[in-house]
C-alpha cells in the first residue's frame, strides 16, 4: 500500500511519501533504544509537564490539526476538533494520575521490607489504525510515555500526516529526541521490527487479521501485546426505556465517525413491544441526516475512508438485501458525487446466514432486529464472535442487572452510548481482543510488575 495522503471525499491524492528503507527502520530503533536509557531516569513530575505542554499544543492548534485528519480520512471536522480536544484530556489525565498509578505498593510477607514496584520496559510498538488517527495514538502514548517507557508509532498509511504531526507534538512539547517517534512503513515492515530485540511489547487496534499477524510475530520473539480488535456491539432497547432517548442516541451511536468505529452500535435488538415506532423514528432522524463535505461544520456524515471500505460495505449490503433483508432507507453509495459517500441505512428482517447477521459492518449501516424478550435479547447480543463494547436501555432494575451480568463484552453502557473514558479501561474480550487501555489498568499494560523483598 502507498503511504499517501489521499482526499476520501474527492479521490485526490494530496501528498505520497517514501516509505523508511530497512536500514532507516534500524536506525530509528537504535535512536530509541538510547532514548530510552536515559529518558527511564527522566523523574515523574518532568514528564507530566511535557505531557501537559503536548496537551496545550494540542489544544492550541486545535483546528490545524482537525483539518488534516479530516483531509486524510474524511471525518467531519467537528468530530476531529472533539478528537483533539479529547486528546488533550488524556495527555492532562495521566500527568496527573501516573504517578498515584505506578507508586509502589506495600505488601505483608516475611521480608523487614516488601512491595511491588512498576518498571517501564522499554521500547513500545504502537500499530494504529486511521479511523481516529489522533486519539488512538495519544491513548497509548500519554501513560506509556508517563510510565518511562518510549513509543514507536506504525500508523496507517493513509494517514502519514497526522503520524508526522504527532511526532511533531511531542517533540514541540520537550520529549527527549527519540522518546516518541514516527516509522512511515508499510505492514510488510511490522515483523521486522517485532524482531527486534530493542522492541520489548507491541500494541494494536485494527482488524481481526492485523492482530492475528501481530500477536503471532509477537509470540514467536514471547513478546507481550495488547490488541484492540473489531466489534458489533449490541444495543438492546426494552420495553421501558425512554424510547426517544433511545433513539437519538442509537442515531449518534451508530453514525459516529461516519459508522467507522469499533465501538459504534451496530446490531440493534428491539424488543417487539415498541419496536415499530423505534424503527420508524430511527429512519426518520436517519433521513435527515446531512451526507456532504466533511470540511463543512454543517454536515453529519463525511465519506468512507477508502474506496475499497466503501466497496466492501456495499457489497454486504447487497448480499443481504438479496438473501431477504429489507432495505429500509439508503442502502447504496452517493453516485451524484465524487468521493466515498454511502447513505445512511437501515437493514431489518434479516435472514440466518446473511453478511447483516454475523459480520462487522464497517460504515453507515444500521442493523435492526426484533426480539420477544430480554433473554431472546441477551441471547442475540451475545451470539456474535466479538465482544468490545454493548449498550442496553431500560429503566427496570431488575432489567439492569441481568443486563450488566449477563452480556459478554469489556464495557456495558446503560442508558447510553458505549465511549472511551481515560477514567475506565478500555478493552474488549472474545475476537475482539485483550488487554486494556486507559485508566489505572492501561498504564499497567507496559511495565514490569517487579516484586522487592527487603531482609
Not at 513500545?124 to 508517563?146: D, E, H, S, T
Not at 468521493?339 to 459492518?361: C, K, M, Q, R
Amino acid at each position: 500500500m502507498a503511504i499517501a495522503t489521499i482526499n476520501p471525499a474527492t479521490g485526490e491524492t494530496i501528498k505520497t511519501f517514501n516509505a523508511l528503507t530497512d536500514a532507516e527502520v534500524l536506525l530509528k530503533l537504535e535512536k530509541a533504544q538510547q532514548a530510552f536509557v536515559q529518558y527511564r531516569q527522566t523523574p515523574m513530575e518532568q514528564r507530566g509537564e511535557w505531557l501537559k505542554k503536548a496537551a496545550d499544543i494540542l489544544e492550541g492548534d486545535r483546528d490545524r490539526f482537525a483539518k488534516t485528519m479530516t483531509l486524510e480520512m474524511g471525518k467531519t471536522v467537528k468530530s476531529a476538533i472533539a478528537e483533539v480536544e479529547k486528546c488533550a484530556s488524556v495527555c492532562r489525565y495521566y500527568a496527573e494520575n501516573a504517578a498515584q498509578f505506578l507508586a509502589d505498593v506495600p505488601a505483608q510477607t516475611d521480608a523487614s521490607h516488601s512491595f511491588v514496584r512498576y518498571a517501564p520496559l522499554g521500547v513500545i510498538l504502537a500499530v494504529m489504525p486511521w479511523n481516529f488517527p489522533f486519539w488512538q495514538v495519544f491513548r497509548f502514548a500519554a501513560p506509556a510515555l508517563m510510565a518511562g517507557n518510549v513509543g514507536l508509532l506504525k500508523h496507517a498509511s493513509n494517514v502519514p500526516q497526522c503520524a508526522l504531526a504527532i511526532e511533531e507534538i511531542m517533540q514541540r512539547a520537550g520529549f527527549p529526541d527519540g522518546v516518541f517517534q514516527t516509522l512511515l512503513v508499510g505492514a510488510d515492515k511490522v515483523e521486522l521490527i517485532i524482531n527486534d530485540e530493542r522492541v520489548k511489547a507491541a500494541t494494536l487496534t485494527g482488524s481481526e487479521p492485523a492482530g492475528m499477524s501481530l500477536a503471532a510475530a509477537a509470540g514467536k520473539q514471547i513478546k507481550k501485546t495488547v490488541l484492540e480488535l473489531g466489534g458489533s456491539d449490541p444495543y438492546i432497547v426494552l420495553e421501558s426505556a425512554d424510547l426517544e432517548a433511545a433513539v437519538s442516541t442509537a442515531v449518534t451511536a451508530r453514525m459516529i465517525n461516519t459508522g467507522q468505529s469499533c465501538i459504534a452500535a451496530k446490531r440493534f435488538i428491539v424488543v417487539e413491544a415498541i419496536a415499530d415506532e423505534f424503527e420508524r423514528r430511527m429512519v426518520e432522524k436517519l433521513q435527515a441526516l446531512k451526507v456532504g463535505d466533511p470540511m463543512n461544520p454543517e454536515t453529519d456524515l463525511g465519506p468512507l475512508a477508502t474506496p475499497s471500505i466503501l466497496k466492501d460495505l456495499d457489497k454486504q449490503v447487497q448480499e443481504s438485501a438479496a438473501m431477504g433483508a429489507k432495505v429500509l432507507t439508503g442502502g447504496k453509495p452517493l453516485s451524484d458525487r465524487a468521493g466515498n459517500f454511502y447513505l445512511p441505512t437501515i437493514l431489518t428482517d434479516i435472514p440466518e446466514g446473511s453478511p447483516a447477521s454475523h459480520e462487522e459492518f464497517f460504515g453507515p449501516v444500521a442493523l435492526l432486529f426484533r426480539v420477544a424478550d430480554i433473554d431472546e435479547a441477551i441471547a442475540m447480543a451475545n451470539n456474535t464472535s466479538f465482544g468490545l463494547g454493548a449498550s442496553a436501555w431500560t429503566n427496570v432494575e431488575e432489567e439492569r442487572d441481568r443486563l450488566i451480568n449477563e452480556i459478554e463484552a469489556g464495557a456495558v453502557f446503560i442508558n447510553g452510548m458505549v465511549k472511551s473514558d481515560p477514567r475506565l479501561p478500555f478493552g474488549g474480550i472474545k475476537r475482539s481482543g485483550y488487554g486494556r487501555e486507559l485508566s489505572i489498568q492501561g498504564i499497567h499494560e507496559f511495565v514490569n510488575v517487579k516484586s522487592v523483598w527487603v531482609k
